[in-house]
């Protein structure tokens, strides 16, 4: 078992910047990948951007060279560095590990972009 803790969320005005933070409890030993994903009202769920187990980050194209994606393995921990922010990029913030045949959630971090 695993559990996903989620923090860093808050208030910023456009432009501004915020790092998010997903604390992994339990053994992660096997993971595949770790992600962020977010999602809005009314709206699907989206990859925002991922992490493998050899360090190799991707991103949507819509957070391209606004997100960056890191990791403090001996922490479990995962960071989410987003800069830039515009009002579209509010949403719940979700994060993901996969182990390939399941996976588990955290209860997310909510993003609101606004001035």
């Known amino acids: 078992q695993v559990q996903l803790v989620e923090s860093g969320g808050g208030l910023v005005q456009p432009g501004g910047s915020l790092r998010l933070s997903c604390a992994a409890s339990?053994?992660?030993?096997?993971?595949?990948?770790m992600s962020w994903y977010r999602q809005a009202p009314g709206k699907q769920r989206e990859l925002v951007a991922q992490?493998?187990?050899?360090?190799?980050?991707i991103y949507s194209d819509s957070v391209k060279g606004r997100f960056t994606m890191s990791r403090d393995i001996p922490k479990n921990t995962v960071y989410l560095q987003m800069s830039s922010l515009k009002p579209e990029d509010t949403a719940l913030y979700l994060c993901?590990?996969?182990?390939?045949?399941?996976?588990?959630w955290g209860q997310g971090t909510q993003v609101t972009v606004s001035s």
């Open positions: 339990g053994s992660i030993f096997g993971f595949y990948a």
């Open positions: 993901n590990i996969d182990f390939g045949r399941y996976g588990y």
């Open positions: 992490i493998n187990n050899l360090g190799l980050t």
